[in-house]
């Protein structure tokens, strides 16, 4: 056994040293989150900056709801990982992630209002 420790503690000084394909795996499951917590803070981005044919505050409220959908997403991908690595490491069975909620309402909660305001706007013109 290796006497360098690794961070977090809380994480790898627990339990036994899983195959390091699972280990892998989980890693590349973290990284997909990063990039779905990156591709909610570019759609905060756009729509912050685009002149689209939406009420203002509305656009400005779904810009923020999709930027904290992504600082959620972003901490809920650490803290997924470190719980799948930590329960394979003591031969436990792996926790659910709720951070699928938070993007799935997200999401959906920016692009019913998009929608329906597009259609207002366009009804009324």
Same mark, same amino acid.
Not at 4 to 31: I, K, M, Q
Not at 71 to 97: C, I, K, S, Y
């Given at each position: 056994?290796?006497?360098?420790r690794r961070w977090p503690g809380r994480v790898?000084?627990?339990?036994?040293?899983?195959?390091?394909?699972?280990?892998?795996? $989980? =890693?590349?499951?973290?990284?997909?989150?990063?990039?779905?917590?990156?591709?909610?803070?570019?759609?905060?981005?756009?729509?912050?900056?685009?002149?689209?044919?939406?009420?203002?505050?509305?656009?400005?409220?779904?810009?923020?709801?999709?930027?904290?959908?992504?600082?959620?997403?972003?901490?809920?991908?650490?803290?997924?990982?470190?719980?799948? =690595?930590?329960?394979?490491?003591?031969? =436990?069975?792996?926790?659910? $992630?709720?951070?699928?909620?938070?993007?799935?309402?997200?999401?959906?909660?920016?692009?019913?209002?998009?929608?329906?305001?597009?259609?207002?706007?366009g009804a009324g013109s």
């Amino acid at each position: 056994m290796s006497t360098t420790r690794r961070w977090p503690g809380r994480v790898y000084d627990h339990g036994s040293e899983p195959d390091p394909r699972f280990s892998l795996a $989980n =890693e590349r499951t973290f990284l997909a989150w990063v990039r779905t917590g990156l591709a909610l803070l570019a759609g905060a981005a756009a729509l912050d900056a685009l002149d689209l044919p939406l009420d203002d505050t509305l656009q400005g409220l779904l810009a923020a709801l999709l930027a904290i959908a992504s600082l959620l997403t972003a901490a809920a991908a650490w803290w997924g990982w470190a719980r799948v =690595e930590r329960a394979m490491r003591a031969e =436990e069975p792996l926790p659910g $992630n709720p951070a699928m909620v938070v993007v799935a309402v997200s999401v959906a909660v920016a692009s019913v209002a998009i929608g329906v305001s597009s259609l207002m706007r366009g009804a009324g013109s």
